[in-house]
Each structure stands twice: as structure tokens, then as C-alpha cells.
């Protein structure tokens, strides 16, 4: 928690950096005392490094992902860096997004590469793509030198000229944003410290970019998109122990959106989704780094209010990236368009950070729905990504080319396939939280002590845990039992445990642990249906934490239809969507439950057959959904609606 003073310093532990703590005057000593055991209190990630897949489905994506991400040149990622500098570049520039005449360029090359690239190094220790950062960063540092002003961007000033000015443009600070944080990323995930020394010149540039600026000029120009801009410089601020990035994140709030949130009103309709959660995520931060609880109550409340009223059964919110309709009002809504992915990574990055305010498993629950639903299957096997997530029936998953798109969702899904390792496990004092159900080892050199998850999840229901340790320990271990088990079993060594934590709660097992010790959690999945937010009518099937799609045959086979090779995120000529399928309405005193219409044929295989008005209906898993054309929803027919 920075205070405005610079006296005296305290350190403690945030992830892979320090998080640098400012000493207050005399007058605030009782109120930061207080603060510092809210931060005691605060559960933390691990840090990456202690963390490793192991083999099974998320390993794989990893992999697919890293390939991706080596297939990229450096020297083509610098390219518009280069010639912005006025540094020679011969490279064959990368189109889409990144084409030397588009207005985000250098957002994924300068931004979500480096971040990504950080990632694999500290998540798989994947020292190839480690180097390939590095050698982005002394580019970039290079182009920083010789523009020499300390700004850095793959296009010129002008662009700011003309927010400033209130001329169109699409979003410098965005993607001034990216640059900032894949820095950063690289400083505190690859300890590369040129890295921070070229985001500082960055975040002093910004600060002093808004001199002269009057406060009614600056919140006319915070209208424009500008991504994480409070965010990274408070992470900066953190980083360094320098309030003046503190300040400067100060500069990039608006009180007329976080405002209305601070007394829990949503005004959220017409607002671009993924504009905005960032500027959560940036409050979030503020929280952390200065005991404000303002800014905790304004993340607490945005956060339920989108996953209550604004979220599809997925755990994405968004129709044409934008919140469109009122609050608890999403019929009529499904169409291609649905649920940038963009948005589900901002989302469950604010999950985990009100998960270690709060350890309420409600948040990892809702981290897992988004996790399995619309983050898995979002990438394809050659690496390229989704766009949006079309919930109207009849639709596809569609993906970026491997050079010529380069979305916003190709830098997050880039990030995301890096750094599956960073939510598994949580850790307050010498307690361990076990959140997510992955085949994963963590490795807690410090205490002495690791854990091997072993498991199929969520082909298995349920997981193993094997302990190592080279002397006894007592410790408490807390394992989510989530929120849609049926009732879990739990065994150390083989015998069962007496009482186990209700449904959507974490059981602590305290003991003294010895090497060897076995811990097995069995999850029994249900089947269970869910109505769209407004709409009794149409109707989700889930099963345990899985959202299921209907089966309805193969996909188009072109290639313009499944990959997109442009900056356009719709593929051309889309033909209009289909009925949704019809569902035989329940009868009797069941009517209404999942189990009258829907049965597992195969839970190995997350193979499901539902009665539909005219014919059976085949489901499975939507993240096992590649090739074909599919439905999420289904409509209820009948006088007795599925509610």
C-alpha cells in the first residue's frame, strides 16, 4: 500500500516482483497498521516458476501455444517500432493489426508477445522463447534510445496529437498500454531489468503527456479505449516504490463511470465491454497497492453485477463487444457476436484478485466456468485463436490467421495458453489452497514441501494429490469443493474423511503431513440446466462445471469461414443463424429438471443425449467442440417451460 511519504520502505511478497510498501506519517500509522494485516490476510498465486503441468489436456494446449508463439520473428514484431524510430527495418511487416498503417500496431509485437514470451519462460521455463523476449526488449529499447523523448510506440506521436485534439483515432494509450505490461512482465517474470528501465521512461512519458491538459479536456479523452493504463502504472508504482506512477495512474480514472458503481448502480448499457474491466482491474490494483476501500467495493460489485445479470451460460459476457441491453436483460441476444474472448481473460484476472481478497470459492467457481467453457477450445491445433464466442445456433468456431489478423483475442489468448499454472494453486502463510483441478506439481522449495496433482478432470470427476516432504509437516491444505457437486468424498491415505465442506466451500484438512501422503478428492458430476439471463424459455445444459452444446453437424470447409485472414473478426457472407433446437417440455412434479430431457451416455467420454420436440439430440463438452457447427442454448416447447 503506497503512502504519500518517502521515508521508510517495507517489502513484501506480490507474485514474481516485489511489491514495494511506503511508510506513512505519524497521523496514518494506526490506519496502515491496519491495512499491513489486511495484506497478512491476503491469499497470493504461487509464483509461476513453482509451478509446472504436467501431462494431460492443458499441458497440450501449452504446447500448442508455444509453437505458435515460436513461429513468430522478432525482427517482424519490430518492424513498425523501427521505422517509427527511424531505424532501418528490411522485415516483411505482419498485416491485420499489426500493419504498418493501422492505428494499433505494436499492441501485439511490442505488447502481448513479450508478455506471452514471459509467460512460457516462467510457467515452463521455456528458455527459447525467454531469449526471443529478450531480444524484443533490447529492440525496443534500442528504438526508445533513439526517439530519445523516453516514449516508445510502433506508431509516432501524432496519434496522441489527435486524441488530444479530439480528431478520430482508434486507441493509442491501448496499445501504449500492452507495451507498458509486457515490459513489466518481462522484468518481474524473466528478470530482464532493461525491461523496467524502458518502462519507466514509458509511464514518465504518459504522466507528462497530460501537462498543460485541462481535467475536463483529460476525461473527454479517457472516452477513447486506453486499455490498462491505471492498471500498469500502479503495478509500476509497486514495482519501483515511486509514487509519481501512482500519480499518473490517478490521471487515467473517471469518475463518471466508477462513480455510479461505488453505489452499486449499474450503468453499464451501451458501454464497450472490454474498455471497461480493465478499468476494474485498474481499481482492483489501487485497492492493493493504497488500502482505499473504495476501490474494492467499486471491483466487488462490478464483478457480481456482470456475472449475475450480464454473463451467458459460457462465463463471457457481450453482444458486438458492447453490454447492450439492461441489466438482467439478455433475450434476443445470441448471435455471432457474442463474448469477445478478450473479455473473459480481463474477467477472471479480477476473479482471482477478489478470490485472494475474500477466498470465497464462489470466484474460483466462477474462474473454472470461464476456464473450461470459454478459454478451452478457443485455440485450434496450429496455435491461432478465437474472436468472438457465437452462442446463436448453427455457428462455428472461427480463428485468426497466423499472420495477417493478430486481434486484441490472439494477444490474450497468446497470454492466456501461457499461464494456465497461475491459478491452480494459492498459498496464505504456510496454508495451501487448492483451486483448480489440473494435472500440475507444485514445488514450494521455501516450506520444503510439493504436491503432484495427478488427474483427468473433467473426464475423471475428481483428483489426486500426492505429498512430498523430507520431514513432517503441519499445515493446513484447503480444497474447493465446488459449488455444483452433488456431495464430494474425501480420503487421506485411503480413509475416508468423516465430514467434508458443503458445496461451494473449501474444506481445511489440517495434519501433520508426512512424505508419501495421499489425498483423493472425488467430485460426482450432475446434470443441471441453466435459463438465459431473462429468458426462462431458453435454456443451457451443464454438467459439473461444463456448459454442453448440441451436436448439429459439420462446419463449412472453406478456409475464409474458419480461419480469417484480415483484421475483420466476422467471416464474410455469414449466413443467418438457425432455430434454436426444441427441447421436450418436462412433465409432472420434475418438470423443469435437466434429468427429464437429458441423460449421460458416456461420462468418460462427456457424451450426452437429449430429447429433443422432433428427434434426439447429441452433446458433449462445448470445449470439445472443433470442426462442427453447434448450439449452447435450446428452447423449451410445450405449455410447461424449462425454468
Known amino acids: 500500500m503506497i503512502k504519500r511519504s518517502r521515508r521508510s520502505f517495507l517489502k513484501t511478497s506480490a507474485g514474481a516482483a516485489g511489491l514495494w510498501l511506503i511508510g506513512p506519517s505519524a497521523a496514518l500509522q494506526s490506519l496502515a497498521a491496519a491495512e499491513a494485516g489486511q495484506l497478512s490476510a491476503k491469499l497470493e498465486p ?35 517500432f523501427r521505422l517509427t524510430a527511424g531505424i532501418t ?25 513479450l508478455s506471452a514470451f514471459a509467460l512460457a519462460w516462467a510457467s515452463a521455463g ?8 529478450d531480444e524484443l526488449v533490447a529492440g525496443l529499447g534500442a528504438c526508445q534510445k533513439k526517439i530519445g523523448t523516453n516514449y516508445l510506440s510502433a506508431y509516432p506521436t501524432e496519434l496522441f496529437e489527435r486524441l488530444a485534439q479530439g480528431k478520430p483515432v482508434w486507441a493509442p494509450f491501448y496499445t501504449y498500454h500492452k507495451i507498458m505490461a509486457g515490459l513489466l512482465d518481462m522484468y518481474t ?33 479517457l472516452r477513447t479505449e486506453y486499455g490498462g493504463m491505471n492498471e500498469v502504472l500502479v503495478n509500476l508504482a509497486a514495482v519501483t516504490g515511486k509514487e509519481r506512477y501512482l500519480d499518473a495512474a490517478s490521471l487515467f480514472e473517471q469518475p463518471g463511470f466508477l462513480d455510479p458503481l461505488a453505489e452499486r448502480r449499474d450503468e453499464l448499457q451501451g458501454l464497450h ?4 474491466v480493465p478499468k476494474i482491474i485498474g481499481a482492483a490494483r489501487k485497492y492493493e497497492v493504497t488500502g482505499d476501500r473504495r476501490y474494492r467495493e467499486i471491483a466487488e460489485y462490478f464483478l457480481g453485477e456482470v456475472l449475475a445479470a450480464r454473463n451467458y451460460a459460457i462465463g463471457n459476457t457481450s453482444l458486438d463487444e458492447h453490454w447492450k441491453t439492461p ?5 434476443g441476444t445470441l448471435a455471432w457476436t457474442n463474448a469477445e474472448c478478450c473479455v473473459a481473460y480481463n474477467l477472471m484476472k479480477l476473479e482471482r484478485i477478489v478470490f485472494g481478497w475474500t477466498a470465497d470459492a464462489r470466484w474460483m467457481d466462477e474462474y473454472e466456468r470461464s476456464l473450461f467453457n470459454c478459454r478451452l477450445g478457443t485455440q485450434n491445433a496450429q496455435g491461432l485463436k478465437q474472436y468472438f464466442f457465437p452462442l446463436a445456433a448453427g455457428y462455428w468456431r472461427a480463428y485468426n490467421s497466423a499472420e495477417e489478423s493478430f486481434w486484441c483475442c490472439t494477444g ?15 498459498r496464505r502463510g504456510a496454508e495451501i489452497y487448492i483451486n483448480q483441478f489440473i494435472a500440475s506439481t507444485l514445488d514450494w522449495k521455501e516450506q520444503g514441501i510439493s504436491l503432484q496433482q495427478s488427474t483427468r478432470f473433467p473426464e475423471e470427476q475428481g483428483t489426486t494429490l500426492k505429498v512430498r516432504c523430507a520431514t513432517p509437516h503441519l499445515r493446513t491444505i484447503h480444497v474447493r469443493i465446488p459449488g455444483w457437486t452433488t456431495g464430494a468424498e474425501v480420503k487421506v491415505n485411503g480413509k475416508s474423511l468423516e465430514s467434508v465442506a458443503d458445496p461451494g466451500s473449501y474444506l481445511a484438512i489440517r495434519r501433520v503431513w508426512q512424505d508419501g501422503d495421499v489425498l483423493t478428492v472425488g467430485l460426482p458430476m450432475a446434470l443441471r440446466q441453466e435459463s438465459l439471463v431473462g429468458d426462462t424459455s431458453v435454456v443451457a445444459a451443464l454438467y459439473g462445471p461444463l456448459v454442453l452444446a448440441v451436436k448439429l453437424g459439420a462446419g463449412p470447409t472453406d478456409e475464409p469461414n474458419r480461419v480469417i485472414h484480415s483484421g475483420e473478426t466476422v467471416p464474410k457472407n455469414l449466413p443467418p443463424a438457425e432455430k434454436l433446437p426444441e427441447l421436450k417440455a418436462g412433465t409432472g412434479k420434475n418438470s423443469g ?11 468418460a467420454d462427456l457424451r450426452f443425449k437429449a430429447s429433443g420436440a422432433t428427434a434426439s439430440l447429441d452433446l458433449t463438452a462445448m470445449y470439445k467442440i472443433r470442426d462442427e457447427r453447434y448450439s449452447v442454448y435450446m428452447r423449451a416447447s410445450g405449455e410447461n417451460p424449462l425454468s
Open 412 to 426: 490474450t489468448g497468446a497470454e492466456e495458453f501461457a499461464k494456465f499454472g497461475d491459478t491452480i494453486y494459492f
Open 273 to 276: 465491454a472490454n474498455t471497461h
Open 126 to 133: 521455456n528458455a527459447v522463447l525467454k531469449s526471443r523476449g
Open 593 to 603: 429438471k435437466a434429468d427429464d430431457w437429458l441423460q449421460v451416455e458416456s461420462s
Open 46 to 80: 504461487y509464483p509461476l516458476a513453482s509451478v509446472r503441468l504436467d501431462r494431460g489436456l492443458f499441458k497440450e494446449q501449452e504446447e500448442i501455444n508455444a509453437r505458435y508463439l515460436d513461429s513468430l520473428s522478432v525482427d517482424r514484431l519490430l518492424h513498425s
Open 89 to 113: 527495418s528490411t522485415a516483411v511487416p505482419y498485416k491485420g493489426w499489426e500493419d504498418p498503417a493501422g492505428e494499433l500496431r505494436g499492441h501485439f509485437a511490442g505488447g502481448h508477445s
Open 189 to 221: 517474470l524473466a528478470g530482464n531489468a532493461d525491461a523496467l528501465r524502458i518502462a519507466e521512461g514509458m509511464g514518465q512519458w504518459a504522466q507528462e503527456y497530460f501537462v498543460g491538459i485541462s481535467i475536463d479536456q483529460r476525461q473527454r479523452m
Open 327 to 331: 441489466s438482467g436483460q439478455l433475450q
